[in-house]
């Protein structure tokens, strides 16, 4: 059987079938992890035993009694708690802690009786755009391993690109699913905050951050969001979805406006990226739908607001991580303050000490109003452009992300460069809005992906539309580690 070809609803039926069983389709992904992990470096953590000890139990019950997607296999983002299996944001600080409890979107998916594989490497908290700000080690993009598969869900993303697991969970704070899942040509989908349960996700940026899937294609991106949307008790800000969601099945995209936004296809974006891009456009329009170039003046200071509000709220949730209660405790400390000292000093990595400091500067007395609520209003100023924007078109699109998968190295020694990965991305989570990457066409043989932004609980409509420009759009090229794993 070709990994390369199965989503995982194509799992779900060859389970029901019982064409496969559920510990031979967990083997299959096990080898595959076997064979290119140590190239691809998407996993921190391979639950062998724990993955075939949960199939065996789907195996022996009577397929007539077993839910609808049981014994299909998953992978997680390292910063989603598991019940006994050790979860560290892919920080020092984190090295061996084992969460108590499963987040609510783990109890979910268990519930529903899927398998998970293992935990998959992320920028240190999810501050990054190309998981090397990891402690743990690198992944590469699957396309090009000396390439980075962006971030701060890098993992999530090569695992599906690379075929080590049929779908995975991401989170996304300023682009964190889209961005990654661009690189890597795959499927990501942030939903409009608050559809996802945030409860047991170790937080970064606690009014930006959702949870949400990359898949091979946009169906099992409807599946998986159905499975873990909902609110919850456990999270005072989740709602869920108005309805549950229905397997998108629009092919024509006839009587459907779409906003091109001007604003993100300045300088910043590559002229290959462009060009995927104006092929996207052109698709719409075979299909039927309308384009029309829309400004929307105040997303341009996007970035800028997201570096002091992320900071601010990252600066104030990892205050708890100080030795005390979690994980890396330093040793040898004369006294308390001395302990938190030390434990921060060796836990944290550059970058996420810089996003302590940037936030802590910020919140500051002196520097409150100058700063954080002058960051505060410029949201509001954005959320108003895209309440505008929704009054003329259905949908907003752009390139998810301005370039290609950029070399490994590349960005690090400039953090200013690598922030304007997520330009495009940014605006959304600022205004809460769901938003979705497909993959459009290749640029140097290297994914680009396209970003269809929806207003607020517009999922269905939003998977609706993603999947009738996929139809036209899809990528037919695998990666090239498909070539060299075989
Ligand atoms: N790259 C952005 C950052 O570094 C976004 C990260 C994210 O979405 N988690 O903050």
Same mark, same amino acid.
């Given at each position: 059987?070709?990994?390369?070809?199965?989503?995982?609803?194509?799992?779900?039926?060859?389970?029901?079938?019982?064409?496969?069983?559920?510990?031979?389709?967990?083997?299959?992904?096990?080898?595959?992890?076997?064979?290119?992990?140590?190239?691809?470096?998407?996993?921190?953590?391979?639950?062998?035993?724990?993955?075939?000890?949960?199939?065996?139990?789907?195996?022996?019950?009577?397929?007539?009694?077993?839910?609808?997607?049981?014994?299909?296999?998953?992978?997680?983002?390292?910063?989603?708690?598991?019940?006994?299996?050790?979860?560290?944001?892919?920080?020092?600080?984190?090295?061996?802690?084992?969460?108590?409890?499963?987040?609510?979107?783990?109890?979910?998916?268990?519930?529903?009786?899927?398998?998970?594989?293992?935990?998959?490497?992320?920028?240190?908290?999810?501050?990054?755009?190309?998981?090397?700000?990891?402690?743990?080690?690198?992944?590469?993009?699957?396309?090009?391993?000396?390439?980075?598969?962006?971030?701060?869900?890098?993992?999530?993303?090569?695992?599906?690109?690379?075929?080590?697991?049929?779908?995975?969970?991401?989170?996304?704070?300023?682009?964190?699913?889209?961005?990654?899942?661009?690189?890597?040509?795959?499927?990501?989908?942030?939903?409009?905050?608050?559809?996802?349960?945030?409860?047991?996700?170790?937080?970064?940026?606690?009014?930006?951050?959702?949870?949400?899937?990359?898949?091979?294609?946009?169906?099992?991106?409807?599946?998986?969001?159905?499975?873990?949307?909902?609110?919850?008790?456990?999270?005072?800000?989740?709602?869920?979805?108005?309805?549950?969601?229905?397997?998108?099945?629009?092919?024509?995209?006839?009587?459907?406006? *779409?906003?091109?936004?001007?604003? *993100?296809?300045?300088?910043?974006?590559?002229?290959?990226?462009?060009?995927? *891009?104006?092929?996207?456009?052109?698709?719409?329009?075979?299909?039927?739908?309308?384009?029309?170039?829309?400004?929307?003046?105040?997303?341009?200071?996007?970035?800028?607001?997201?570096?002091?509000?992320?900071?601010?709220?990252?600066?104030?949730?990892?205050?708890?991580?100080?030795?005390?209660?979690?994980?890396?405790?330093?040793?040898?400390?004369?006294?308390?303050?001395?302990?938190?000292?030390?434990?921060?000093?060796?836990?944290?990595?550059?970058?996420?000490?810089?996003?302590?400091?940037?936030?802590?500067?910020?919140?500051?007395?002196?520097?409150?109003?100058?700063?954080?609520?002058?960051?505060?209003?410029?949201?509001?100023?954005?959320?108003?452009?895209?309440?505008?924007?929704?009054?003329?078109?259905?949908?907003?699109?752009?390139?998810?992300?301005?370039?290609?998968?950029?070399?490994?190295?590349?960005?690090?020694?400039?953090?200013?460069?690598?922030?304007?990965?997520?330009?495009?991305?940014?605006?959304?989570?600022?205004?809460?809005?769901?938003?979705?990457?497909?993959?459009?066409?290749?640029?140097?043989?290297?994914?680009?992906?396209?970003?269809?932004?929806?207003?607020? *609980?517009?999922?269905?409509?939003?998977?609706?539309?993603?999947?009738?420009?996929?139809?036209?759009?899809?990528?037919?090229?695998?990666?090239?580690?498909?070539?060299?794993?075989?």
């Amino acid at each position: 059987m070709d990994v390369f070809s199965l989503t995982a609803r194509a799992c779900r039926d060859l389970l029901g079938s019982g064409e496969v069983s559920s510990t031979e389709l967990v083997e299959l992904y096990l080898d595959q992890v076997e064979r290119v992990d140590d190239r691809v470096g998407s996993f921190l953590l391979v639950d062998r035993d724990g993955a075939l000890a949960q199939a065996a139990a789907v195996d022996a019950t009577p397929r007539d009694e077993r839910l609808p997607w049981e014994g299909v296999p998953i992978a997680l983002k390292d910063l989603l708690c598991v019940e006994g299996m050790e979860t560290t944001c892919a920080s020092r600080i984190l090295k061996g802690y084992r969460p108590p409890y499963d987040a609510t979107v783990v109890a979910k998916l268990r519930a529903a009786g899927l398998i998970f594989l293992g935990k998959l490497n992320m920028d240190e908290f999810a501050m990054g755009s190309s998981t090397e700000n990891s402690s743990v080690q690198l992944t590469r993009n699957p396309w090009d391993l000396e390439r980075v598969p962006g971030g701060s869900s890098g993992g999530s993303a090569a695992c599906v690109a690379a075929a080590q697991a049929p779908w995975s969970l991401g989170s996304d704070t300023g682009g964190s699913i889209r961005q990654p899942a661009s690189l890597c040509g795959v499927v990501g989908m942030k939903p409009t905050y608050g559809v996802v349960s945030r409860y047991g996700l170790i937080a970064f940026a606690s009014s930006l951050d959702q949870i949400g899937p990359l898949t091979r294609d946009v169906r099992d991106a409807a599946a998986l969001l159905d499975l873990i949307a909902g609110n919850d008790l456990m999270d005072s800000t989740s709602v869920g979805l108005p309805a549950p969601l229905v397997m998108p099945t629009r092919t024509d995209l006839t009587g459907l406006r *779409f906003g091109v936004i001007r604003e *993100f296809l300045g300088e910043a974006c590559e002229p290959g990226v462009r060009e995927v *891009f104006d092929g996207a456009v052109a698709a719409i329009h075979a299909a039927g739908g309308m384009c029309e170039e829309l400004q929307l003046p105040s997303v341009e200071k996007g970035l800028a607001a997201y570096y002091i509000i992320a900071p601010a709220e990252a600066s104030s949730n990892l205050a708890r991580f100080d030795g005390v209660r979690f994980g890396h405790r330093s040793e040898g400390a004369v006294d308390l303050i001395d302990m938190y000292n030390r434990t921060r000093s060796e836990g944290f990595g550059e970058e996420v000490k810089r996003r302590i400091m940037i936030g802590t500067y910020v919140l500051s007395s002196g520097y409150y109003d100058a700063y954080y609520t002058q960051a505060q209003k410029t949201r509001t100023l954005i959320a108003d452009d895209f309440r505008r924007a929704f009054g003329r078109v259905d949908y907003l699109i752009s390139p998810t992300s301005p370039t290609v998968a950029f070399g490994i190295g590349e960005r690090t020694q400039d953090p200013l460069a690598m922030y304007l990965s997520d330009l495009c991305t940014i605006p959304a989570n600022l205004a809460g809005l769901p938003a979705i990457s497909i993959p459009a066409g290749l640029s140097h043989g290297l994914p680009v992906g396209l970003q269809i932004i929806g207003p607020h *609980f517009s999922e269905q409509g939003l998977l609706e539309a993603a999947y009738a420009v996929e139809q036209r759009l899809g990528l037919s090229a695998l990666p090239s580690i498909a070539e060299a794993g075989r």
